[in-house]
């Protein structure tokens, strides 16, 4: 059982292009989480999502970034306009369906570096 | 303040060690509460769950006071591979499984 697939792992963009940052939950997971690590910090959510509905969108930042799970595919982290202050390690994780109210462990990717020039 | 609180470190102890790292949340609505491991430059790792009664795993033992909001790993005999990142994690009641993490405790294992 592959674990969660992040690509790309590393990714250059110049000010002002988009970012679109991949993620394919573990098999058997219908949920998916986004986190932002900036350097030096810990990590900071930003998005619950289930198949083609976003939960949890507390995290995000109100302009430019935006994440979908649709039905086939999958979870896609978008950044419009890229600025140097988005550089960071943006990080899924997934989880299995919720059991009865049951604690599910959230299992991480190997991230997505962006950098920003 | 911040929702989860951790002393960055770095804690720099020599092979078999005891080391102890702490840990406080704000939100008294917090329902679990997690260590996880980051090594440099990877993801996190969960190491393991935190459960009112304590809990132990090997040479790792978790602690959680829920008057005090406080929690605490506590690592044994540490060995070199033991160095990396720890992360005190907490979830909030009704927060749609979100994790609130704290900016991690660095420990540095030296022989």
């Known amino acids: 059982n592959a674990g969660v697939m992040q690509n790309p792992r590393h990714l250059v963009r110049r000010r002002g292009q988009e970012a679109r940052l991949r993620c394919s939950p573990m098999k058997g997971h219908s949920h998916v989480y986004w986190y932002r690590q900036l350097p030096e910090e810990g990590l900071k959510f930003m998005v619950y999502l289930q198949k083609e509905n976003i939960i949890d969108e507390s995290g995000m930042p109100k302009e430019r970034f935006s994440a979908e799970f649709p039905k086939e595919g999958p979870s896609i982290l978008r950044i419009q306009q890229v600025v140097r202050g988005d550089s960071a390690a943006y990080f899924c994780?997934?989880?299995?369906?919720?059991?009865?109210?049951?604690?599910?462990?959230?299992?991480f990717g190997p991230g997505t570096r962006l950098l920003v020039l | 303040r911040k929702e989860v609180e951790q002393d960055p470190g770095p804690f720099n102890v020599p092979e078999g060690a005891t080391v102890a790292f702490n840990c406080t949340y704000s939100n008294s609505a917090s329902q679990s509460f997690f260590w996880y491991r980051q090594d440099c430059r990877k993801e996190p790792k969960l190491l393991m769950s935190?459960?009112?009664s304590g809990n132990e795993d090997g040479r790792f033992t978790a602690q959680l006071n829920r008057a005090s909001q406080y929690i605490s790993l506590l690592i044994r005999d540490s060995k070199l591979s033991d160095s990396a990142t720890y992360l005190c994690v907490v979830k909030f009641s009704g927060g749609y499984n979100k994790l609130i993490f704290g900016a991690g405790t660095r420990l540095a294992v030296h022989p």
């Open positions: 994780a997934s989880s299995p369906p919720t059991l009865g109210g049951a604690l599910e462990t959230q299992y």
């Open positions: 935190v459960y009112s």
